[in-house]
């Protein structure tokens, strides 16, 4: 594997449903983030972690909670969710959160309908 | 409110034609500038980065930063049907932040 892997690539869920979106980086990057991608918006950051320790919490509403247990992998767990929260969920990694440069290396994507 | 405007387009040019794509940016601080393309249904691809004002050149890609002018461009070359996508653009104002995304723009290149 190389890269950002992200699993599931779709995703169907109900309201009340619970699931888990995950993503692993093989780059060896100290950062990870999850973004959301809505139709006619721009991509919106949800939560950054530096080595682990959770940086940014955007204002995202609660039934979304990040888990990240190492530096290579990144969770979103899913619950209670809203149809306006379908979006393609998009996982990235960065060498550093506070390096000079910042290129952002984003995986294929999570596609969540919720019904 | 930091904010990355693009125009949305589609911006249409014909095979072979240079395609120039537009972005300006609301804080003057900003440090960092990226080009990603994104195909439909794809994710975001990095394909330019630039740090200093200037011109950058990457193959047929040239990206172009003026900093006073907070304004940074991507020139496409050649383009190509394949080139056909949608481009953000995406700034960082320090470390320690997040890229700001833009819209982006969807160009369409005809054969």
Known sequence: ETGVTQTPRHLVMGMTNKKSLKCEQHLGHNAMYWYKQSAKKPLELMFVYSLEERVENNSVPSRFSPECPNSSHLFLHLHTLQPEDSALYLCASSFSWTGNTGELFFGEGSRLTVL | QK????????????????????????DRGSQSFFWYRQYSGKSPELIMSIYSNGDKEDGRFTAQLNKASQYVSLLIRDSQPSDSATYLCAVRIQAGTALIFGKGTTLSVSS
């Open chain 2, 3 to 26: 904010e990355v405007e693009q125009n949305s387009g589609p911006l249409s040019v014909p095979e072979g034609a240079i395609a120039s794509l537009n972005c300006t940016y609301s």
